[in-house]
């Protein structure tokens, strides 16, 4: 098994970003201690802004120097987790091959160490695509928030109930007359408007397989990146707004099936959600960090469902005693039926089979 990013390879360029920063960050600084040594001694309106100008491309230059300080920290902590993944691995070498080669839980292992690498691969990439920004110059700099008119070029048959800079409500198929109302609950970095169209093409898909309606629900401060998804904070303060908009969906449609789908982290918002009651006839916790102990539908026939991918790492965040947040909803005893599905944690909403059980229960 040969993993994407290798832990020492991270230190080094961790090292070397940490390095520019630091020399950068001292050249600026002497060079604004020699600028205002020299006009120390000058006043008047003409020299403050001779000073003003001065100072603004000297505090662009120190941007990337910034920046690169942000990037040293990601690969730095990148290369602490992809240690761990090496050290597990190691372990496994030291196994006879014909052991490995016969046993279905080695093989299962390594699959969820490749997965984990490609996953931490994805996470770190993004993180410093996000920093990128900083580099860029004030005169070049768009901002990246997607306009409504965009969004009705790019997706015709969307219906807008919220858009700002980061956050996002929208819906295909008629909500006020659909059978079935889907509510997909995203996680990590979902709050990021490049990563929107995913989830719009995500809930178009739902909204066709079902036959019904369905949400792209990006209403709440998601976690930027895995490290930030430990925190509930996000979950806690998300889930009230979830909750808030899945009862206006009952009031608009009160004949309508409800269902809410939280993938990943989104999970962990819609389980706060369900804690004290949510306007909701069926649950999907889809790829779960932990969801809240006590799950409460509002609902006359009320389902609870977890889907857990054969090659997701996240199924190694918990167990039937504990989880990261809160409890496994896949482990033995959780109340709710078990959905086992193919592929990885990113591989839920692409899989054949999801979709059609998802269907199935639209339809229910």
């Known amino acids: 098994m040969m993993f994407t990013l290798e832990s020492r390879q991270l230190r080094n360029s961790a090292h070397?970003?940490?390095?520019?920063?630091?020399?950068?960050?001292?050249?600026?600084?002497d060079l604004r201690s020699t600028w205002n040594r020299g006009l120390e001694q000058l006043c008047g309106r003409a020299f403050e802004s001779a000073a003003a100008a001065l100072i603004r491309p000297l505090n662009r230059w120190a941007d990337p120097h910034k920046t690169?300080?942000?990037?040293?920290?990601?690969?730095?902590?990148?290369?602490?987790?992809?240690?761990?993944?090496?050290?597990?691995?190691?372990?496994?070498?030291?196994?006879?091959?014909?052991?490995?080669?016969?046993?279905?839980?080695?093989?299962?292992?390594?699959?969820?160490?490749?997965?984990?690498?490609?996953?931490l691969d994805a996470t770190c990439a993004h993180s410093i695509t996000q920093l990128a920004?900083?580099?860029?110059?004030?005169?070049?700099?768009?901002?990246?928030?997607?306009?409504?008119?965009?969004?009705?070029?790019?997706?015709?048959?969307?219906?807008?109930?919220?858009?700002?800079?980061?956050?996002?409500?929208v819906a295909f198929g008629n909500v006020s007359t659909a059978s079935s109302i889907t509510t997909l609950v995203a996680g990590v970095t979902s709050s990021d408007p490049t990563t929107w169209s995913d989830s719009f093409y995500t809930a178009?898909?739902?909204?066709?397989?079902?036959?019904?309606?369905?949400?792209?629900?990006?209403?709440?401060?998601?976690?930027?990146?895995?490290?930030?998804?430990?925190?509930?904070?996000?979950?806690?303060?998300?889930?009230?707004?979830?909750?808030?908009?899945?009862?206006?969906?009952?009031?608009?449609?009160?004949?309508?099936?409800?269902?809410?789908l939280g993938h990943s982290y989104g999970s962990v918002v819609a389980g706060k959600a369900a804690?004290?009651?949510?306007?909701?006839?069926?649950?999907?916790?889809?790829?779960?960090?932990?969801?809240?102990?006590?799950?409460?539908?509002?609902?006359d026939s009320p389902r609870v469902i977890s889907a857990l991918g054969s090659l997701d790492p996240i199924g190694l965040t918990g167990t039937k005693y504990t989880a990261l947040h809160g409890k496994d909803p896949t482990a033995a005893g959780f109340p709710a039926e078990q959905w086992g599905i193919p592929g990885g944690h990113s591989s839920y909403v692409t899989s054949p089979l999801f979709l059609t059980r998802l269907a199935a229960e639209a339809r229910r």
């Open 68 to 119: 690169a300080r942000c990037i040293a920290r990601i690969l730095s902590m990148t290369a602490h987790l992809q240690k761990e993944l090496e050290r597990h691995h190691e372990h496994l070498l030291l196994l006879p091959q014909r052991t490995v080669d016969e046993s279905i839980i080695l093989t299962r292992a390594i699959m969820y160490l490749e997965e984990a690498g490609k996953l």
């Open 16 to 29: 070397a970003f940490s390095a520019f920063s630091s020399s950068g960050s001292s050249a600026a600084h």
């Open 133 to 169: 920004a900083l580099c860029t110059d004030e005169s070049d700099y768009l901002p990246s928030t997607l306009t409504a008119t965009q969004l009705r070029t790019d997706f015709p048959d969307a219906e807008i109930l919220q858009l700002d800079a980061h956050h996002a409500v």
């Open 275 to 299: 804690a004290t009651g949510l306007d909701a006839d069926t649950l999907i916790f889809a790829g779960s960090p932990g969801v809240s102990p006590e799950i409460k539908l509002n609902s």
């Open 204 to 260: 178009k898909r739902i909204s066709q397989v079902t036959g019904g309606a369905a949400v792209a629900w990006l209403g709440y401060s998601a976690p930027a990146n895995l490290p930030a998804a430990i925190a509930t904070a996000p979950a806690s303060r998300g889930a009230q707004a979830l909750k808030d908009f899945q009862s206006s969906l009952r009031l608009r449609n009160p004949r309508a099936k409800l269902l809410v």
